[in-house]
């Protein structure tokens, strides 16, 4: 995207020289792009194009050369391998985070006495609400309102972002959440390591109340 710097507020100023004497407006975002550099503009009008037809912007003052054109519509070329990558890693993530989740379960039950479970299961939901219900949406709202490069304005207020940094979101969400992951797995780590002699099925009850029948089948 073309641009000249950021503003205090973390918003990007959207004229430059080659779009200064075309006025144009940021009421409404209709982006196009120069697929040749992959460069995406708010507007036709801020790739200071002089005419706008058939999805096509021409004699755009800001592009390399007067034939070049801007269709309208983001760059999303080149994003399919990067998408079906990032489908692959974060499905393996959910599913090496899922699977301990019967275990953890299990463990919570087992660790207490019977008498005190229905306090374990709400003290588990509150501290889950408490360290993670509640502050996650902020901290991952906090990320998306850092890595907004244009804020749409209504009634002379700030409304919603119409235009996000994509790289900085993308690493900032990502990294985050993958840094919450792994502190995670390091505390069931913590528990399988502490609690790894734990009978989490009853095996050794089991076993005695199988022996039982047996006996009482063979008396009969």
């Not at 391998?81 to 899922?98: E, P, Q, T």
């Not at 792994?182 to 913590?190: K, N, P, Q, R, T």
Request: hydrophobic residues 35%.
């Amino acid at each position: 995207m073309v641009h000249e710097g950021g503003s205090g507020d973390g918003s990007w100023n959207l004229t430059t020289t080659c779009n200064a004497a075309c006025n144009c407006r940021v009421n409404k975002m209709l982006p196009v792009c120069y697929k040749e550099e992959q460069t995406l503009y708010y507007s036709a009008c801020h790739a200071g194009c002089s005419s706008f037809a058939n999805n096509t912007g021409t004699n755009c003052s800001c592009l390399p050369t007067a034939e070049s054109t801007v269709t309208l519509g983001t760059c999303s070329e080149g994003c399919y391998k990067i998408f079906l990558m990032f489908l692959a890693i974060n499905s393996v993530i959910r599913f090496l985070d899922s699977s301990g989740r019967i275990g953890n379960m299990l463990v919570s039950y087992r660790c207490v006495d019977p008498k005190e479970k229905s306090l374990a299961i709400g003290l588990g939901i509150f501290l889950i609400s408490i360290f993670a219900m509640l502050p996650a949406p902020i901290v991952f709202g906090f990320i998306f309102d850092k890595s907004c490069l244009v804020w749409g304005t209504k009634c002379g207020a700030k409304g919603n972002c119409w235009l996000y940094d994509g790289e900085t979101l993308r690493y900032a969400f990502n990294l985050t959440a993958a840094g919450f992951t792994f502190i995670g797995a390091m505390f069931d780590v913590l528990v399988w390591y502490h609690v790894n002699d734990l009978d989490l099925y009853d095996e050794d009850k089991n076993v005695e109340n199988r022996r039982q029948n047996n006996r009482r089948q063979t008396s009969q």
